[in-house]
């Protein structure tokens, strides 16, 4: 049975490319042919100005929404914001999704067989990049005669791919979402996935990535892998919050080398659901893709400079952030990039925001969403600065309330 307001029985399609001319890497590698899964909902209209590309996390794939089969227990990713009445509104819009390289739900990547052999690539498939990803998107939306989308929009490494449209391909976009991401990986995360790579390496299943027809694989390097990640995905004050010191299932030490506390239950739980559902030489090839992004260091090291040419690109930048103790939103890093590259003096701006209670987030936890219609992308760099150009909207729950708001920001983008 599906949801209310589901998309409901959907299909996963294929696109094949470059069989004659290879795909151009970043690396100068090349490759031939490549294959992308993808999945659309709604109905492109008559013009194809419609569309609206979503862009998947790490993790993620091209089923963003509705269900594969009559008996799925579960939709696609984001099924919450992708379908009619939602906050992306099939009823209204196209809205494609599709798998990046190098990951292993359908498009080219380590786990797809090489043509020169037969054989899986494993290490031999070329290292992509994000810029890669994107660009292979590109020709997806060639191949299917749209010519600009409206929107495309993404969270984490999703929002990596939307800032990289804004920078490399603003011609192709008339806004973008990014969303609770980054414009590059800090050493720190760098650190932390280079800790994941290696505990896949040190797994003797691993056999330097050539196990796909050996009948065992690196789940015990990839779970590892997958822990240290859900580490980076929680502040230390969230840990706090949501497990403390508490023991699992237990009132008091057993003084052994068992599974005792919550956070570790926790960590086991979702590394061990990882090796069911991911590849770990794909982890290993889309980490590396968000080690390797940074269009300011294609550019000088100004941000500002990698995104001039998103002059008409409208932007609607979604936030994650939290109070620090004083209550000042940890927020401006994260917008920087846009409102360097505003005009100071400008009364052009038609600026829309609406803040967003979570639920599924800590309670600390806000969305803060700005829409701005300006000749260049701009967003406030506080919720305060925000709020004074809200145009009257208040804060809601994440509800149908909130998505018919984020739906009509997105139906204030320009559509020329």
Request: hydrophobic content about 35%.
């Given at each position: 049975m ?7 029985l ?5 696109f ?29 209209n ?32 984001w099924?919450?914001?992708i ?8 009823d ?63 969270g ?13 391909h ?18 720190m ?18 056999n ?5 027809n ?10 590892v ?7 980076t995905?929680l ?12 023991l ?45 992004f940074?269009p ?35 927020s ?17 701006a ?18 803060f ?5 300006l ?6 760099s ?22 018919n ?12």
């Open positions: 599906t949801a209310p307001n589901s998309v409901g959907v299909e996963t399609h294929t094949t490319f470059a069989q004659e001319e290879p795909f151009r890497l970043e690396s100068g590698a090349a490759l031939s042919p490549v294959t992308l899964a993808y999945e659309a909902y709604g109905r492109l008559a013009d194809r100005s419609n569309a609206i590309l979503i862009c998947h996390a790490l993790s993620g794939g091209a089923h963003a929404a509705g269900y594969l089969a009559p008996d799925d227990a579960q939709p696609g990713w099924d919450d914001c379908g009619p009445g939602k906050a992306f509104d099939t209204r819009y196209f809205i494609l999704c599709s798998n990046v390289l190098g990951s292993c739900y359908g498009s080219s990547g380590p786990g797809s067989v090489d043509p020169a052999t037969g054989q899986p690539y494993g290490l031999h498939f070329p290292v992509v990049t994000i810029g890669d990803m994107v660009r292979a998107q590109v020709r997806l939306l060639d191949h299917l005669g749209i010519d600009r989308l409206l929107a495309v929009a993404g984490s490494m999703g929002g990596m791919q939307v800032l990289e449209w804004a920078a490399h603003p011609q192709r976009v008339r806004a973008a979402i990014p969303i609770a991401t980054t414009a590059r990986h800090s050493p995360l760098i650190a932390f996935g280079e800790v994941g790579r290696q505990a896949i390496y040190a797994d003797p299943a691993w330097q990535g050539d196990y796909y050996n009948g065992k694989r690196p789940d015990a390097g990839l779970s892998a997958r822990m240290v990640g859900h580490i995905y502040s230390e004050q969230s840990m706090h919050e949501k497990f403390g010191r508490r699992q299932g237990r009132e008091r030490y057993g003084y052994e080398f068992q599974t005792e506390f919550e956070i570790e239950s926790y960590l086991e739980h979702n590394g061990d659901k990882f090796t069911r559902r991911f590849d770990a030489n794909s982890y290993l090839y889309v980490t590396k893709a968000l080690d390797y940074d300011a260091g294609q550019h000088g090291g100004s941000l500002a400079v990698a995104f001039e040419n998103a002059t008409d690109t409208a932007s609607a930048v979604l936030i994650v952030t939290k109070p620090k103790p004083r209550g000042r939103p940890v401006r890093s994260v917008t920087r990039w846009t409102s360097s590259t505003a005009p100071k003096d400008s009364n052009a038609r600026t829309a925001s609406v803040e967003v209670w979570n639920e599924r987030l800590p309670t600390y936890s806000r969305l969403i700005a829409v701005s219609l000749d260049r992308p701009q967003v406030h506080s919720p305060q600065a925000m709020a004074g150009n809200s145009r009257g909207l208040q804060p809601c729950r994440w509800t149908t309330a909130c998505r708001s984020v739906r009509s920001r997105v139906e204030d983008i320009p559509n020329h």
